[in-house]
């Protein structure tokens, strides 16, 4: 038997002994040796499956190269891995990766080493009778790979060396115990960032142990300029509480906007620490489910059924949305009622026909801009469901979409029916792109832009490091990261998601990334300076019965006229299509004898991605006549009379359209002091009085307060004075 310092002594020299023929700077991008006692040391290792098997991966004192340790792997058909970043910078070129390995027993494979990046996979499989194989991934939608076998490559009880080295081109070469044992000619596709040791897969059953490994490769020289990575965080928002997909008619439940989760995330504690290159905490998207199976809402605390989580996170979280800047835009899954299998059993299914729900997509934002005063522009689908007439009809409305999930494709063949989607022909590169009209799968020829996203979960070491090396290369990234709110761990996911970004930009020196929301991200990455809205200005004439509005904007329009749907008591709204007249000017004509709209609201995106609404209102008095008057075109707090008061005031204010409203007296130190009117309330002019004590029926001292009108729409506030 040879001594260990012998074996270590000619390993030594079997790694000298093999030249490095790399370009340029060769220098060490990694190094692991385990001898720090730590495997959350620098490299940090990421343990998975801690739960099946937390001892299967261990420091080991028995057999070691460099003293005192080395990593032991030993697994009994289970799944055990580590991982950590490579700080390979480019798949362009050479690199030359170094491991010694001691295979104690082997019962059917194990993995000392694998690399990989989004789609590419070089790995090393130790199989039993001392046989090596060396895959390097040919095809990910197959998973087929290009193999190496070695009959005779290691031998139990022996410390081995080996080095697998890349050209920067098309051929991976083995080598073992310094001799050249084969090649594999095959690009690479993608740069290989990530080292796995073990198995995160397929249960295997070996021991074996790993010491003093280390990559080099050619460094790049750092561009003039770095790029910026534009993080989108952001959340697919709909509750699950009383959702049923095999029932018509669902009682939602809204409380992950009150407790939980909801008031979590928005807590300005929680973002506190999450902050960007900057110094800027948090933003974030919340891509709203509304309409299909939304519709048909039992709950009666719920004024809008199809815009239901709209309506509910603007109510228990409206104050916090506006403080922390966070977005509000739209997620719609393209349910229908159907029984497509004929069985006679329907389920709310997914239909992959846009004429199915296209009528039900449209009025959705309709409703989103006549009952929540909000023109969308950003948009993701449910389970990442796209065809080229829907990403043809979106163009002409929402200039934002990220639902590119590449590569993934799924097909659902089961009802009830969900998840069918495709994007294995998509960019794979963190870069909006213009979809094609012929296939949204591809760069082409329409206006709006597509990105790609990812499940928080799904976000690991590879995939931040492939976006930032490209930034690192001088090109902006844009990275959509989403969850689902009722996640129970949605939290934990953000925080880990932020600690991979600030591990990960630690090794990119120059690269900065920044938290933004979705239309805000886009614009930025566009180089887009404009964020303002543009200025609508609305003219109604009455003439008799017949009613024109013309509608003008200040600048250019994204769409080709002012989105404008309309409410005339019916079970749906109706969508009008304004006539361009001039430049940047449009005219409305409707006889109001026949169409007794109530309501009519008007939404314009300019180029930049900026969104304006209004809404006018009518009121239909008589409608044999066809008799009109206009009910209050804004919401207003008028100022108290008499103000200074004593015993009593009179508080005016308008709603243009039925909402939610609350009244509340503050003092001067922002304590309530009364409830003047917290409910729901008509359309039309009101008022309220206050006879100067608080909701106990108490006295209140004379002095300034402050009287705070509250919807979903607006917040506004004016000052009285009380005197005794």
């Given amino acids: 038997m040879y001594s260990r310092s012998l074996i270590t002594s000619f390993l030594f020299l079997a790694v000298i002994l093999i030249p490095l023929r790399l370009p340029g ?87 000392p080493c694998l690399l990989r990046g989004a789609n590419t996979v070089l790995a090393l499989f130790l199989l039993d009778a001392g046989k090596v194989q060396l895959s390097v991934l040919k095809d990910t939608t197959v998973y087929a790979a290009v193999d190496l076998n070695i009959q005779e490559g290691y031998t139990l009880g022996q410390w081995h060396t080996f080095t697998i080295r890349y050209n920067g081109q098309d051929t991976t070469a083995l080598y073992i115990d310094g001799l050249h044992r084969g090649d594999v000619v095959l690009p690479l596709r993608d740069t290989p960032s990530i080292i796995q040791l073990g198995n995160r897969y397929i249960g295997h059953t070996s021991t074996f142990y790993v010491d003093d490994m280390y990559i080099t490769t050619t460094l790049p020289e750092p561009p003039a300029e770095p790029g910026t990575v534009y993080l989108i965080l952001g959340s697919d928002t709909g509750t699950w509480d009383g959702m049923n997909v095999a029932q018509h008619d669902n009682y939602y439940r809204f409380g992950l906007y009150e407790t939980g989760n909801g008031v979590t995330v928005i807590d300005p504690a929680f973002r506190a620490p999450l902050r960007d290159s900057f110094d800027e905490p948090l933003v974030f998207t919340w891509w709203l489910i509304g309409g299909s199976m939304m519709v048909p809402e039992l709950n009666p605390e719920v004024d809008y059924p199809w815009i239901s989580n709209l309506e509910k996170i603007r109510e228990h979280l409206g104050d916090e949305l506006e403080a922390t800047g966070d977005e509000l835009a739209l997620h719609y899954h393209n349910w229908i009622w159907s029984d497509p299998n004929g069985d006679g059993t329907y389920y709310w299914n997914q239909s992959v026909d846009l004429d199915e729900y296209r009528n039900d997509f449209l009025e959705t934002i309709g409703r989103m801009v006549l009952e929540g005063d909000l023109m969308p522009t950003s948009f993701r689908s449910g389970w990442h469901y796209m065809s080229n007439e829907w990403s043809a009809l979106m163009d002409s409305l929402i200039p934002y979409r990220l639902e590119n999930d590449y590569p993934n494709v799924r097909t659902d063949t089961e009802e009830p029916l969900d998840n069918t989607y495709d994007w294995s022909r998509a960019p794979s590169e963190w870069m909006p792109y213009h979809p094609d009209s012929q296939d949204y799968q591809s760069p082409g020829d329409l206006k709006g832009w597509e990105t790609r996203s990812a499940h928080l979960n799904r976000v690991d070491f590879g995939l931040l490091y492939n976006a930032f090396m490209q930034a690192y290369y001088g090109t902006d990234q844009v990275m959509t990261l989403w969850s689902h709110l009722p996640e129970v761990d949605f939290p934990e996911q953000i925080v880990r998601v932020d600690s991979l970004v600030k591990l990960v930009a630690a090794y990119f020196p120059g690269v900065l990334y920044d938290y933004t929301t979705a239309t805000e991200g886009m614009q930025k990455w566009r180089g887009v300076l404009d964020t303002i809205p543009p200025v609508m200005d609305i003219a109604t004439t009455e003439r008799g019965d017949t009613v024109e509005i013309t509608i003008s904007a200040d600048e250019p329009l994204w769409q080709e006229a002012p989105f404008t749907y309309a409410d005339n008591g019916g079970e749906h709204l109706v969508r009008l299509f304004p006539e361009q007249v001039a430049p940047l000017t449009w005219l409305l004509v409707f006889d109001q004898s026949s169409a007794l709209y109530r309501q009519i609201g008007f939404a314009m995106t300019d180029t930049a991605g900026n969104a304006a609404v209004k809404n006018i209102y009518f009121e239909v008095v008589g409608t044999e006549s066809g008799v009109v008057s206009t009910l209050p075109s804004s919401f207003r707090l008028y100022p108290a009379y008499p103000n200074p008061f004593n015993p009593v005031c009179t508080i005016p204010y308008d709603l243009p359209g039925h909402t939610v409203v609350r009244i509340i007296v503050f003092n001067l130190l922002g304590h309530e002091v009364v409830r003047l009117v917290d409910g729901h309330r008509p359309a039309g002019r009101h008022q309220v009085v206050w006879n100067g004590r608080d909701g106990g029926g108490r006295e209140v001292p004379a002095g300034m307060y402050i009287t705070r009108m509250m919807t979903p729409q607006i917040n506004q506030s004016i000052k009285i004075v009380l005197l005794k």
């Fill in 25 to 111: 700077q060769v220098d060490t991008t990694f190094l692991e040796n385990f001898n720090d006692g730590d495997l959350a040391v620098d490299p940090v290792w990421t343990r998975y499956y801690e739960s099946q098997c937390p001892d299967c991966i261990t420091l080991d004192d028995s057999h070691y190269l460099s003293a005192p340790y080395s990593l032991k792997i030993s697994t009994q058909d289970q799944l055990s891995a580590v991982e950590s970043i490579t700080r390979i910078y480019s798949v362009d070129v050479p690199f030359e990766f170094t491991t010694h390995i001691y295979v104690e027993s082997m019962g059917d494979e194990a993995i």
